[in-house]
Every structure is written in C-alpha cells, then in structure tokens.
C-alpha cells in the first residue's frame, strides 16, 4: 500500500516557475515507477511526466511533448519523494496535477497507476 499527498500548487504569472512535491509512504518507494498526471476542469486527465529508478544513479523518465523543455521529474529513494521542477509556466498547464505510483516501469496511461494522491491545483495567470 502506497499513500501519496502532493503539494507545491499555486498561483504564479505566466513564464514563473513551481516545484510541486510529492511525499510517498511505504517502505519500497524505490521499486515503484511514479508519474504526474494533470486534469484541467472539463477535460480528462493527462500524463506530464513519469520516472523510474533503474539501480545505481539511473533513472528512465518520460514526459509528454507539451512540458518536454519545461518540466523536470526527480525522485529522492531517500526520503521517499518526488518532485516536479515546472519552469516558464503557461496558462494552458493551468490543471490539478496529481502524483501517482505503479509497480514496475514508468507508464503515460492513467489507468495503469494504482495509487494516487489528492492533487494540488496550479494555475497560471496570463
């Protein structure tokens, strides 16, 4: 079992920067592949980005087009974290964004997660 509460969102001007968090409880955080999906209101949810640990100092991390420049995933195994680096932010990444955890290799699809967190809104002024 994997609990995950997210913070970080909040109100920033187009071009501005946030790092959301994503704290993980369980004692094998590092065998699990995590990923932040956003969902702005009346549209469905969507992948960013996604990050594995492969051993050692690797990681294997996705991201969709749409951030792929702008966003960073990171994780800490450490302390059971993960992060988001969101940089030159646009009113179009305005969503709640959502930390997610699954076994094994990183994934884009929504359904293939099995925890999530509660999210934490971001919005993005023009």
């Known amino acids: 079992q994997v609990q995950l509460v997210e913070s970080g969102g909040g109100l920033v001007q187009a071009g501005g920067s946030l790092r959301l968090s994503c704290a993980a409880s369980g004692r094998t955080f590092s065998s699990y592949a995590m990923g932040w999906f956003r969902q702005a209101p009346g549209k469905e949810r969507e992948f960013v980005a996604a990050i594995r640990w492969n051993g050692g100092n690797t990681y294997t991390a996705d991201y969709a087009d749409s951030v792929k420049g702008r966003f960073t995933i990171s994780r800490d195994n450490a302390k059971n974290m993960v992060y988001l680096q969101m940089n030159n932010l646009k009113p179009e990444d305005t969503a709640a964004y959502y930390c997610?955890?699954?076994?094994?290799?990183?994934?884009?699809?929504?359904?293939?997660?099995?925890?999530w967190g509660q999210g934490t809104p971001v919005t993005v002024s023009s």
């Open positions: 997610a955890a699954k076994y094994g290799s990183t994934s884009r699809g929504n359904r293939e997660y099995d925890y």
